[in-house]
């Protein structure tokens, strides 16, 4: 039994560096509507100074059930300071939507060696 209104629906992000332990702020995220093997790019967005971004990734229409994928530009955000290429460039999370009405929160934990997910709320 769904108790979510219709369209209410919304997916958020949100990137934290564990390895300084704040926000990361100004990293490039891509959205992808996945069919098949075809890639469908909805948006690009930056983090705010709060890791977020200032408005859903999806939400109303837009909130469509299906298959999405996230691309964090980790690379471009961590080698700010350092030499040679990143060991962490693009971070991929691929995920379904299948609530059209209910909130998905992709969070990413990341720092220069590791990056973890889960759903969030």
Do not use: W
Not at 55 to 80: I, Q, V
Request: glycine share 12%; proline share 5%.
């Amino acid at each position: 039994m769904q108790s979510h209104s219709h369209g209410a629906g919304r997916l958020t992000t949100h990137v934290l560096d564990t390895a300084l332990g704040k926000p990361a702020e100004g990293l490039r995220i891509d959205l992808f509507r996945v069919e098949g093997d075809a890639f469908h790019l909805i948006k690009t967005v930056a983090t705010n100074d709060d890791g977020r971004c200032d408005a859903p990734l999806l939400s109303g229409d837009d909130m469509k059930a299906g298959t999405y994928e996230l691309r964090f530009h980790a690379g471009d955000y961590l080698g700010r300071s350092g030499d040679g290429p990143m060991f962490l460039d693009i971070i991929p999370i691929r995920f379904g939507l299948s609530d059209e009405g209910a909130h998905y929160h992709v969070p990413l934990l990341v720092s220069p060696f590791s990056y973890s997910t889960y759903r969030g709320s």
